[in-house]
């Protein structure tokens, strides 16, 4: 009765054909005063139905031209002809002279319903195992990827996404893999429906990112791994993003203080990384680059040392409060002063499907800078961050000892599953039997002196 109407063979969408009338009965409540009491006191005769308010304006039978009185629309199965429906607490109320009960047309439209509701409704039933619930929202983009069973309806699909979400401005779908053409990262895809412009704003982590999202690349869906592994670093630390993309590890990590030098291939991703870096006031603290990832990884590392970057973040002036008083002098936290580090204690990789063939770019990174580092200093050998695509498993252990094979491979020296500071994340699925990870292990020295 409350379902929306169904047409299976609809292909461009008709939002008038969802209009739809059910007869119900409405308790007209006669003091408005009581709407609340009455209401609980029928319980279980009121109408209870998602999105369909209860609460009604009736036309008043005996002051014709006036304001509607207030009313409460009952179950169907209370029907305003027929008192042997009526409950006797309906019945008490009516002779109180608290309501009457009054016939109401209901009046439902496309506006009443789910975005998965009309989508029931006009897909036939053979496809709708799997409905496209699922997308990503970036800024005010919705990018779906539609299986191909669900590209006959993608007009559909797109209209109605766009009709339900009011925060969506852009629908498209993609149509290839991502980096299966390019080395950006970025994917082929098909305007659906709304804007076609995909420059777009988002807010993560604290931090705001503007981009053309056609350009670069960007996974919404990685939101709590970018602030699990910034959590990782620490204020005064030096970290080195190889791939960096926008920067959702480097600008958050830069606003916490930690010095960053961030990379990426890609000219736009670098140009929007610059942007962030302005936008987010952090240049004190990051530095972008448009290099080659393998060179980046033993440049950067030799221009380090080099680099004096120091900061002096300025005393923050105590406003003055009740009790100090006028005349008062205000309390302020003292200078903060802060040197960039020699060398850095992180080096983080997001390029799962490659990042891998770059770490034998370690090799040899600090030879001749034995002195700089344990156990003739405090200084530790910085740690990798990797990302990789794997298999998956119910514990993935066997993705551990296969990750960490490649790394050994990679690197010329054993990483053993069981190392003390070796750990492997299971960041998330990216299909049924694919799954993304990150490895983090120590540098070993073996490695970085050869």
């Not at 139905?49 to 304001?67: K, L």
């Not at 975005?115 to 779906?144: C, K, R, W």
């Not at 406003?319 to 302020?332: F, I, L, V």
């Given at each position: 009765m409350f379902r929306p109407p169904v047409n299976h063979a609809m292909r461009m969408l008709d939002r008038a054909f969802f209009r739809k009338t059910v007869p119900l009965a409405a308790a007209q409540v006669l003091e408005d005063a009581q709407i609340s009491r009455c209401r609980m006191d029928l319980g279980q005769d009121i109408l209870?139905?998602?999105?369909?308010?209860?609460?009604?304006?009736?036309?008043?039978?005996?002051?014709?031209?006036?304001?509607?009185?207030?009313?409460?629309?009952?179950?169907?199965?209370?029907?305003?002809e027929d008192p042997s429906t009526?409950?006797?607490?309906?019945?008490?109320?009516?002779?109180?002279?608290?309501?009457?009960?009054?016939?109401?047309?209901?009046?439902?439209?496309?506006?009443?319903?789910?975005?998965?509701?009309?989508?029931?409704?006009?897909?036939?039933?053979?496809?709708?195992?799997?409905?496209?619930?699922?997308?990503?929202?970036?800024?005010?983009?919705?990018?779906?990827?539609?299986?191909?069973?669900?590209?006959?309806?993608?007009?559909?699909?797109?209209?109605?996404?766009?009709?339900?979400?009011?925060?969506?401005?852009?629908?498209?779908?993609?149509?290839d893999d991502v980096g299966a053409e390019n080395e950006y990262r970025t994917f082929k895809y098909e305007l659906l429906a709304g804007d076609p412009s995909l420059q777009v704003e988002i807010k993560e982590l604290d931090c705001t990112f503007r981009f053309d999202y056609s350009k670069v690349y960007w996974n919404s869906r990685l939101n709590t791994e970018h602030e699990r592994l910034v959590d990782l670093f620490r204020p005064g630390e030096a970290v080195c993003d190889v791939m960096a993309g926008v920067g959702p590890f480097a600008v958050p990590a830069?606003?916490?203080?930690?010095?960053?030098?961030?990379?990426?291939?890609?000219?736009?991703?670098?140009?929007?990384?610059?942007?962030?870096t302005s936008v987010n006031k952090v240049s004190q603290f990051l530095q972008p680059f448009n290099e080659d990832g393998r060179s980046f990884i033993r440049t950067s590392a030799q221009k380090l040392l080099a680099d004096d970057r120091q900061v002096d973040i300025p005393p923050k002036v105590k406003?003055?409060?009740?009790?100090?008083?006028?005349?008062?002098?205000?309390?302020?936290r003292p200078q903060i002063h802060m040197t960039q580090p020699k060398t850095f204690h992180h080096y983080v990789m997001n390029l799962p499907a490659t990042a891998m063939t770059f770490l034998d770019a370690f090799i040899g990174i600090y030879k001749g800078h034995e002195d700089l580092f344990s156990p003739q200093t405090s200084t530790q050998l910085p740690m990798i961050h990797v990302y990789c695509f794997s298999t998956k498993s119910d514990d993935n252990e066997a993705e551990k000892v296969k990750i960490c094979t490649e790394i050994s491979s990679r690197i010329g020296f054993a990483i053993q599953p069981d190392d003390e500071e070796l750990e492997v994340w299971d960041v998330r699925d990216v299909a049924p039997q694919k799954r993304m990870f990150c490895a983090s292990f120590r540098l070993p020295p073996e490695v970085a002196f050869r």
């Open positions: 209870h139905i998602d999105r369909i308010s209860c609460v009604r304006s009736v036309p008043d039978d005996q002051s014709a031209g006036q304001r509607g009185r207030k009313a409460l629309l009952l179950s169907p199965k209370i029907r305003p009526w409950s006797s607490k309906l019945l008490e109320l009516i002779e109180a002279k608290k309501v009457n009960i009054t016939p109401y047309e209901l009046k439902l439209s496309y506006d009443t319903w789910t975005y998965h509701d009309i989508l029931s409704a006009i897909i036939p039933p053979d496809d709708q195992n799997e409905l496209p619930t699922g997308f990503s929202i970036v800024g005010h983009v919705a990018h779906l990827n539609l299986r191909e069973q669900y590209l006959q309806y993608k007009n559909l699909i797109a209209a109605v996404l766009l009709d339900k979400n009011p925060a969506i401005r852009t629908v498209i779908n993609k149509i830069a606003k916490r203080r930690i010095f960053v030098w961030a990379n990426d291939l890609n000219p736009d991703s670098y140009a929007s990384l610059v942007d962030a406003h003055r409060s009740k009790e100090t008083g006028p005349g008062q002098p205000t309390q302020s």
